[in-house]
């Protein structure tokens, strides 16, 4: 099964919009699925993450906020995979 990733974001966030590129590029190393994530379409995800975007979550697991490891991301991404 492929690792999922999703990223919390909302329009004119410029940290969330490099973030969305870097994962899309990431994809064509990486095998997983992106899910993007609008948090102004509820007002509880708003509420939670409003000062955190954008907030990177695999699997589920929050690992970043504000930017990404890219590094770290890779490795977790491979050790996913592997499984």
Do not use: N, T, W
């Amino acid at each position: 099964m492929k690792p999922k990733l999703a990223i919390y974001q909302r329009d004119g966030c410029h940290l969330c919009e490099i973030a969305s590129a870097q994962l899309e590029q990431l994809q064509s190393d990486y095998q997983f699925e992106l899910e993007q994530i609008d948090i102004e379409s509820d007002d509880q995800l708003h509420r939670l993450y409003l000062e955190r975007i954008p907030v990177i979550a695999l699997d589920g697991e929050e690992l970043y906020d504000f930017s990404i490891d890219l590094a770290d991301l890779k490795s977790r991404l491979s050790a996913a995979s592997a499984r």
